[in-house]
């Protein structure tokens, strides 16, 4: 599925009617350039999932657990990552493999310890359509 959306409030948008869809277990595995809107995305889904403290990306603690919504949510952002042994430190898997809805951040750096299916959900902008402009692609991955 291929999304455009105009503004920063219709990218959280989306996010909340994807959080409203997804089933415990979800994975999604956000990617997107600096400045594209993964964390304006993820805050979204936050709010469909009924989180209401506030989400920012956890660059440097590389995970956020909240758990007031209607499931689990596990923010991972691995940019800081130097690779998918490093996250053996984390405990990924209680959350990726876990009941909640894991969302990670430049997923692609650990590509190879993402679970069978995933969803990924790639942001990029095109600054032709609008400063504000983003496409959404939503593609479900088998590996």
Do not use: N
Not at 78 to 84: E, H, K, Q, T, W
Not at 118 to 139: A, M, S, V
Request: aromatic fraction near 12%.
């Amino acid at each position: 599925m291929v999304y455009e959306t105009y503004s920063a409030e219709e990218t959280a948008k989306l996010g909340e009617e994807i959080a409203r869809q997804a089933e415990p277990g979800s994975v999604y595995a956000l990617l997107g350039d600096l400045g594209t809107g993964k964390t304006v995305f993820t805050q979204g889904v936050a709010r469909g999932l009924g989180i209401e403290e506030p989400v920012c990306s956890p660059t440097f603690t590389i995970l956020q657990v909240y758990e007031e919504g209607r499931m689990p949510f596990y923010h991972f952002d691995v940019y800081r990552i130097a690779g998918a042994p490093e996250m053996d430190d984390t405990g990924y898997e209680d959350y990726i493999y876990g009941d909640g809805l894991a969302m990670i951040e430049w997923a692609d750096l650990i590509r190879d310890i993402l679970p069978p299916e995933y969803d990924q959900i790639r942001i990029e902008k095109d600054l032709e359509k609008g400063f504000d402009y983003r496409r959404i692609t939503i593609e479900r991955i088998r590996q």
